[in-house]
Structures are given as C-alpha cells and as structure tokens.
C-alpha cells in the first residue's frame, strides 16, 4: 500500500539557521498539507497546497515559512530562520480529493531547534 | 470557531470491557468527521470517516448533529486497541484543513 514519506526522521539545528523537511506525498494525490504537534499539544494546521500554489496557510504559518512541489513528487517547507518556539514534530498529508476523503500522513520529522 | 473538543486525555479499561472516546465539535456548516489513531513511534492513520459509516477494527462512530458529537465506540476493548487517538474535522470549502482535538491516550489492561 502506498504511503506518505518524510526525510529526515529527525532534524536538529541551530536557532537563526535555515532548515528543509522533504515530503513524498502518494503519487496519484492532489492536495498537499503541512501540520505540527508541539510536544503535547495538539497537532495544527499549517498550509495546504493545490495546483502549485497555497490554497490556505494559518496564521502560524508566516513569512518565515514556504513550501514547493520543486519537481512533480516532492513537497518541502522551508523555514528561513528558526526559532526555538520551531521545534515540534512536523507531519506531511496528502489526499486525493479535498472533500470525501481523509488525509494520508507521513511518519514525521521531528525538528529540535537549540 | 471551529473546534474540536476531546474531554479525556487518558482512558484505561481492562481488555474485553466497552469503550466509548468523546468527540464534541463546534462548526456552523455541514462538518466532515475523521477518527485518526496513532500507535506508539508509529504514524497518524485513518480509522474512520463519518461519511462512510463503516466499521474498522471494531470501531464505529455515528455523527449527532443535535448534539455536535462523533464518539468513537467498541464493545469490546483489546490490548493492541491501546493508542493515542484523535478526532478531526474537516471544514468544507476552505482547502480541507484538518481540525485536531487534544486526543485521548486509550489505555487497554490486560
């Protein structure tokens, strides 16, 4: 059965420094999303993507963020400048079709910033 | 708002006692249900969707529009049921973000 991917596994970087989380959606899936679970919080939404563009972002999600689909099967966001409120477990969905169906997650990134 | 309200974080039954796990949501449309589970060190999946009425695992959860709830229910609780589970809604037009509730960690004894 196909499944969402996610690389790294595990991320740990220094505050200020640019990171990259990669996703590899379900290959015959639309609709792409990106969400966070802070250690004991809830998991939140933060962007979907349709068509190569946003569709909708939260207001978590600000200019210190952007995601790509660079060449037809990856979906990464980027985060410019990390803070140390960044780290969390990041999580990639994806769905065939943004009614109907639910979404398809990844394993995670867990992203340490120090 | 739009919310999603799981009112237990942790529930602990022993193995073969009914399970009931409380889903309340606020929305003013017509709101899409999901129940996510998460296994330990494992990945949010897919357990159930209010529009498909279909049982998995021995799980069932019928949408209460009167009461704006979607519990998630088992007659029969067993060890390997024991996980983290949540309950999502999806709001319908606005690119199908996923609202998450807290979850409820299900605690099975033997």
């Known amino acids: 059965e196909p499944e969402v991917t996610q690389t790294p596994s595990h991320q740990v970087t220094q505050m200020g420094q640019e990171v990259i989380l990669r996703c590899v959606p379900i290959?015959?899936?639309?609709?792409f999303y990106w969400y966070r679970q802070i250690l004991g919080q809830k998991v939140e939404f933060l962007v979907s993507?349709?068509?190569?563009?946003?569709?909708?972002k939260s207001e978590i999600f600000d200019d210190q963020f952007s995601v790509e689909r660079p060449d037809g099967s990856n979906f990464t966001l980027k985060i410019r400048s990390t803070k140390l409120e960044d780290s969390a477990m990041y999580f990639c969905?994806?769905?065939?079709?943004?009614?109907?169906?639910?979404?398809?997650f990844g394993p995670g990134t867990r992203l340490t910033v120090l | 708002a739009q919310r999603v309200t799981q009112p237990e974080k942790l529930l602990s039954v022993f193995k073969g006692a009914p399970v009931e796990l409380k889903c309340n949501y606020s929305?003013?449309?017509?709101?899409?249900l999901f129940w996510y589970v998460q296994y330990s060190r494992q990945r949010l999946q897919l357990l159930l969707r209010?529009?498909?009425?279909?049982s998995i695992k021995g799980f069932t959860a019928d949408l209460n529009k009167g009461e704006t709830s979607f519990h998630l229910k088992k007659p029969f609780a067993q060890e390997e049921d024991s996980a983290m589970y949540y309950c999502?809604?999806?709001?319908w037009g606005q690119g199908g973000k996923l609202i998450f509730g807290q979850g409820t960690e299900l605690s099975v004894k033997p």
């Open positions: 999502a809604l999806k709001a």
């Open positions: 929305y003013s449309g017509s709101p899409e």
């Open positions: 209010h529009i498909s009425r279909e």
């Open positions: 290959s015959n899936h639309l609709y």
């Open positions: 993507f349709y068509n190569n563009e946003i569709s909708e």
């Open positions: 969905a994806s769905s065939p079709l943004v009614t109907g169906w639910g979404q398809f």
